[in-house]
């Protein structure tokens, strides 16, 4: 469960970024977050994950209360989530097996559930036959999924993507939103930023519209 409590965001000296939000994201629930460019969605996603923060309000991610967070102690809070970027986020002196190996390094697995776990993400995103190939020798559509693979890999509660799609053909898009309902389907709940119209339309789940920082209420 994701709640928020009017939460107000304003970055340094500007215009308002969030404003009053107020909203209620169920456990294991898929949630598209529209609007304009500059509405203040990647905002809203960072601060889920403590990668912003916010300036008053209350935000509860699977209990805990976000603004409360000590900068040491986000992991905390980190570990559930995984998240997915419009760039991709690739290291690009690493493997497509690495890149994904890296993210459960990052939280101290052993070897043998690293190797196993990795394996079985590539296999969900299809890209296991690719496992030894340089990243940058992909295709867009199939960094994207790499990227997804490492946001699965330590099985998290919740998945944020933000314009996960936007640097990809319409055809592709449809592939990878695939990929987030299945992971929706597997009980993770998934909030999916994007501008895309196309893509809100084609998927029949709830949204949230965004309007210069508030919520827009239908
Ligand atoms: N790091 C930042 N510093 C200053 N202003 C920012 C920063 N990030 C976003 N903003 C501003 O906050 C508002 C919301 O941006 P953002 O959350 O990126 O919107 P969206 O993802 O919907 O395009 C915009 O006015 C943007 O210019
Ligand atoms: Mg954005």
Known sequence: MIQLYNVFKTYDGNIPALVD???????????????ASGAGKSTLLKLLFGWERFDSGQIL??????GK??????????????VVFQDYKLLPNKTVFENVAFAMEAIGASSRSMRYKTSDA???????KK????????????????????????????????????????????EILKLFEMANQ??????FATHNHELVRHANYPFIILDKGNVVRP
Not at 122 to 128: A, I, P
């Open 21 to 35: 939000i107020s909203l209620l994201i169920k456990e294991q629930s898929f949630v598209f977050v529209t609007g």
């Open 186 to 191: 597997q009980g993770m709940t998934v909030v």
């Open 122 to 128: 590539l296999k969900s995103v299809g890209l296991f």
């Open 69 to 82: 967070i000590k900068k040491e102690k986000l992991y905390l809070l980190r570990r559930h989530i995984g």
């Open 131 to 174: 496992r030894d190939s340089n990243p940058m020798q992909l295709s867009g559509g199939e960094q994207q999924r790499v990227a997804i693979a490492r946001a699965l890999v330590n099985n998290p509660a919740i998945l944020l993507a933000d314009e996960p799609t936007g640097n990809l053909d319409p055809d592709i898009s449809l």
């Open 61 to 66: 991610v699977k209990g805990m209360n976000v």
